[in-house]
């Protein structure tokens, strides 16, 4: 080792990521769907890999993945917990909810909303305990945004079809949701999506809702896992639809106005690295990102005979084409 790295591992040069080389460790990665496309799993990997752990070299990422089955994600975070990574990260606030439940020595780092509405921590810039994470909405205004996004696409809606599972619709975001709906004297139906989260479920959940005029798909990761399902179910609806991510629209969904998701990752990658480190994972802040993106698709637009405002189009950031 050269005289550089051997100091910066005694910590001379505390910031140094060098002496994440000195072991391998150990990353669980769970979640109740699956981890998303491989434009945003590259954003993660290779953040981890400039805070120094790369998987294959000094980094083995043990990945479970629920599949939308809540029974697979109970026995999964027992699994996880009785393993005794050096750390882990945790998709959905309920997941957290449950580590937090089943383990107060393991590092989590957590990808969910609003963690002060689910009761996770209690302060956003000193978390305590062993949790902290990042942030994927703004709280609860962020939907209500969302809705008049939707409403102003489709002004004459009334009835709004809310796609979740039951865990969602009972859940912050859920109840962020019915606020926002309520603001806007919109009405939220339709059966919460039933396991396990196949195709069939997301067509009875859609059967249910015959009244609706619109929709809004909840950020729970189930609904990530069947993204192209939900996209084809309300096309062939004519559903004017308001997705949570990115991702949904670049896969043929109408609009979007969230977060970067991959920036989102590259901090949750940061955070990481930082707990391998050794920063006790209590005093790293919770991220919260402040930007928002509105896309606009103009094929899946076009699909659902719809004519976007053109003060929305100029208020779009994106327009996919």
């Not at 053109?310 to 208020?315: V, Y």
């Amino acid at each position: 080792m050269r005289r550089r790295e051997f100091l910066a591992c005694l910590g001379v040069f505390a910031s140094s990521p060098i002496c994440a080389t000195d072991r391998v460790r150990r990353l669980a990665i769970i979640t109740p769907g699956t981890f998303g496309s491989t434009s945003v799993v590259g954003s993660f990997t290779t953040a981890l890999a400039a805070g120094g752990y790369e998987e294959g070299k000094n980094l083995r990422i043990e990945r479970y993945f629920a599949q939308g089955s809540p029974d697979r994600l109970r026995d999964m975070v027992a699994e996880v917990v009785a393993s005794r990574p050096d750390v882990i990260f945790a998709i959905s606030g309920r997941t957290v909810q449950a580590l937090k439940t089943a383990t107060s020595a393991i590092p989590i780092v957590g990808l969910t909303s609003d963690p002060l509405s689910y009761g996770i921590v209690q302060s956003l810039s000193h978390p305590g305990g062993n949790i902290t994470g990042t942030v994927v909405d703004a709280g609860a205004e962020v939907w209500g945004k969302r809705l008049e996004v939707l409403k102003e696409v489709a002004p004459a809606s009334r009835v709004i079809f809310h796609i979740a599972p039951a865990s969602a619709w009972d859940s912050a975001v859920g109840a962020a949701i019915r606020a926002g709906a309520a603001k806007l004297g919109l009405a939220l139906v339709g059966s919460p999506v039933e396991s396990p989260y196949d195709d069939a479920a997301f067509r009875r959940a859609f059967d249910s809702a015959i009244s609706a005029d619109a929709a809004v798909v909840n950020s729970a990761p189930e609904n990530g896992a069947q993204r192209n399902t939900i996209i084809r179910l309300a096309e062939a609806r004519r559903l004017p639809t308001m997705y949570p991510f990115r991702h949904f629209v670049e896969a043929g969904g109408l609009m979007t106005y969230d977060v970067n998701f991959p920036e989102l990752l590259r901090h949750v990658a940061t955070q990481i690295a930082e707990v391998l480190r050794g920063t006790p994972v209590g005093s790293i802040p919770y991220y919260q990102s402040t930007r928002f993106s509105l896309i606009l698709n103009l094929k899946a637009a076009a699909a659902l005979q719809l004519t976007i405002p053109p003060a929305l189009l100029a208020r779009a950031d994106e327009v996919i084409e």
